[in-house]
């Protein structure tokens, strides 16, 4: 069995992702959906965070508490494996946010390793890892079920993460396009070229500017804070869906638009099919439509995604009702 952890409130859209890429899935606890483990992992997929695979349940009861159950089960899985380079621990549990690692638990896990196998335990480590890589460490859900977790060695991560603010971004959304970088492992340079159709306030276009790129903001909207009178604006008061760059291609294309997801993907379509682009960040908002069914054009035979082999799609953290495209060169 594998575990997908998603946003609680997201998870029959993630069962419903799965069947898209022929994986059966059902959710029956918050936060997570199960597949069977030769199912799909988050590597493929918009809604989960971390698919933590071929998951073994423990339990533990008596004088055993949890943290010796971990570690007994560890230290048996690892006898015969060389391990001399950091790996990954993570010990997820419930918050509002779904789950989410819990730092205590690492580190009295850690704690508890050291004992045992010190030189190993010194290289467990929590920091963000790869995005979309299969990582090898030890992984455990803590469901609250009576005396029981998930355990795994493998898992994968999806890259979403929380972003730090900065006063200078004028919108909240300035937080969706910095963890669209994060996990693209890439972001606007120097000198890049950069069009943001529906740009207003401008969260967007700061995270472009403050990198030292030149932005073309297209909405008739008003720019705000870092954005206003920048040198390095040219505020386009125009209609985004008629907009045509004069320098092509651009190195990003930002999109935030707020509009239905069917009319923003068939413009997006033209940018695609005319090469407009080199790279790009695209948000599209379901709101009250079905988001499994803008994941069904995108990877339709005909959808734009056939245009690139690199590409995430992601439930972003900082997403509410929208997920967000992000294509690369
Ligand atoms: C969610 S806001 C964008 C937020 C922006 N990315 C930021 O970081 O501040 C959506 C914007 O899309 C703009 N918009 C909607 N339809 C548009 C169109 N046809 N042309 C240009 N802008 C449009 C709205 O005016 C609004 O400012």
Redesign the pocket.
């Known amino acids: 069995m594998n575990i997908l952890l998603v946003k609680p409130g997201a998870e029959q859209f993630a069962v419903d992702e799965c069947k898209l890429h022929g994986s059966d899935a059902v959710s029956t606890i918050s936060g997570i959906v199960t597949t069977g483990s030769s199912g799909i992992t988050s590597q493929k997929l918009c809604f989960p965070f971390w698919s933590i695979n071929d998951v073994t349940e423990i339990n533990y009861s008596g004088n055993v508490k949890i943290h010796d159950a971990v570690c007994n089960w560890f230290c048996d899985q690892i006898r015969t494996v060389r391990i001399d380079t950091p790996w990954p621990l993570f010990f997820l549990t419930k918050s509002e946010n779904g789950f989410t690692p819990d730092l205590s638990r690492q580190e009295r896990i850690k704690d508890l390793l050291k004992k045992r196998i010190s030189r190993i335990a010194k290289l467990a480590d929590w920091n963000y890892p790869k995005v979309d890589m299969p990582l090898d460490g030890l992984f455990v859900v803590d469901v609250k079920e009576y005396n029981k977790v998930y355990i795994s060695r493998n898992a994968v991560f999806g890259g979403q993460r929380r972003m730090k603010d900065d006063p200078q971004?004028?919108?909240r959304?300035?937080l969706?396009?910095e963890e669209a970088f994060a996990i693209m492992g890439r972001s606007p340079k120097e000198g890049d070229i950069v069009a943001?159709?529906?740009?207003?306030?401008?969260?967007?276009?700061?995270?472009a500017l403050k990198r030292g790129a030149t932005v073309y903001a297209?909405?008739?909207?008003p720019l705000k804070k870092g954005p206003l009178d920048h040198p390095n604006v040219l505020h386009c008061k125009?209609?985004?869906?008629t907009?045509i760059p004069s320098h092509q291609p651009v190195d990003w294309l930002?999109c935030?638009?707020?509009?239905h997801p069917f009319q923003v993907y068939e413009r997006i379509k033209v940018w695609f099919e005319k090469k407009w682009f080199k790279n790009a960040v695209i948000?599209f908002?379901y709101g009250y439509s079905d988001p499994v069914k803008v994941l069904e054009l995108l990877h339709s035979s005909s959808g734009i995604l056939r245009y690139t082999d690199s590409f995430v799609c992601r439930h972003l953290f900082h997403d509410r009702d929208e997920i967000t495209v992000g294509v690369w060169k």
Do not use: C, Q, R
């Open positions: 971004a004028p919108s959304s300035y969706k396009v943001d159709l529906g740009a207003a306030p401008g969260g967007w276009t700061w995270a297209i909405d008739n909207g125009t209609d985004a869906y907009w930002f935030d638009m707020v509009d948000n908002k």
